[in-house]
């Protein structure tokens, strides 16, 4: 780089909040009673993240997710389940 930059530079001082454009393709939706229903054995964190920003973004809808083991840990270290984090983040959940 070589130029110096001056005083008026923070090094990482300031955070910028930014989104990526994606779409969502539930399992089943019903468009007409905003519900929807997915269905999941393995539930990693970008499909959690993914169900928050849907359940975020789509207030009107319902959403519901369909465990093959609910009670399967969300990592290996942790002690939350798939159906502990769907309580934590007001997303209904039961058992296929």
Known sequence: MGATLGPEYGYESTRLPYTLAHHYLPDFIDPIGKRIVEAKGRFPASDRAKMKAIRQQYP?????????????????????????????????????
């Open 60 to 96: 009107d809808y319902e959403i519901e997710i369909r465990f093959q083991s609910p009670q399967t840990k969300i990592a290996k270290n942790s002690n939350t389940s798939y159906a502990d984090w769907c309580d934590k983040s007001g997303i209904a959940w039961s058992k296929a």
